[in-house]
């Protein structure tokens, strides 16, 4: 009979913690919270906004299946630019502020 070996289970509660169980760098974990924050932000408004997966494609100039894997979470292969590019066809800017990491 094979031994099934036991996954070890681990929780991030935030980008940091993320970064850090995958192995992956602080700038790393910073990129993962501002693109989440970006993300969230393009799902209210376009869920308050009411619009279709087509209608924001059409307003931001890029193709519904990418406007779908946003909407999903699924940005992987969307770029940032692109992100912002959607909040600002939507009527949104964003705002950076900038704090020394203690």
Do not use: W
Not at 70 to 91: E, F, K, P, Y
Request: charged share 25%; glycine share 4%.
């Amino acid at each position: 009979m094979k031994k099934v070996k036991k996954r070890k289970s681990y929780v991030a509660h935030n980008a940091e913690e993320l970064a850090q169980v995958l192995g992956l760098s602080p700038a790393d974990a910073v990129e993962i919270e501002v693109r989440s924050k970006v993300n969230n932000m393009i799902i209210k408004v376009v869920d308050q906004q009411g619009l279709t997966h087509a209608e924001v494609a059409k307003l931001s100039g890029t193709s519904r299946s990418r406007v779908t894997a946003i909407l999903n979470r699924n940005t992987q292969d969307v770029s940032t630019d692109l992100m912002l590019r959607i909040l600002a066809c939507l009527g949104y800017k964003a705002k950076i502020t900038f704090v020394h990491a203690a």
